[in-house]
């Protein structure tokens, strides 16, 4: 059983920066191409950034040039740093592999940007 817990989120202003942090429970971890999710409200969960264990990223065109997603696999963590946010980026953010067989979803963190 892998265990995600996700944090780091909070209130800030258009403009600022948040850094998320995912702590995967397993050494697993390591081996999986990883993803951040979120889901606005009212809103399907979409993926926004994945790194391949090996480092390799890509980003929803939504998000590119001001996320960047990375890995500690001695930590077993999942971060995105996340600059210049706009309102249209306020959700529930959320870890999981990108895999078909998902573990189970952690409680996520709240991101919300407003002045």
């Known amino acids: 059983q892998v265990q995600l817990v996700e944090s780091g989120g909070g209130l800030v202003q258009p403009g600022g920066s948040l850094r998320l942090f995912c702590a995967v429970s397993?050494?697993?971890?390591?081996?999986?191409?990883m993803a951040w999710y979120r889901q606005a409200p009212g809103k399907q969960r979409e993926l926004v950034a994945s790194i391949t264990s090996g480092g390799s990223t890509n980003y929803d065109d939504s998000v590119k040039g001001r996320f960047t997603i990375s890995r500690d696999n001695v930590k077993n963590t999942l971060y995105l740093q996340m600059n210049s946010l706009k309102s249209e980026d306020t959700a529930v953010y959320y870890c999981?592999?990108?895999?078909?067989?998902?573990?189970?979803w952690g409680q996520g963190t709240q991101v919300t940007v407003s002045s």
């Open positions: 397993r050494s697993i971890f390591r081996i999986y191409t």
């Open positions: 999981n592999n990108v895999g078909t067989r998902k573990w189970s």
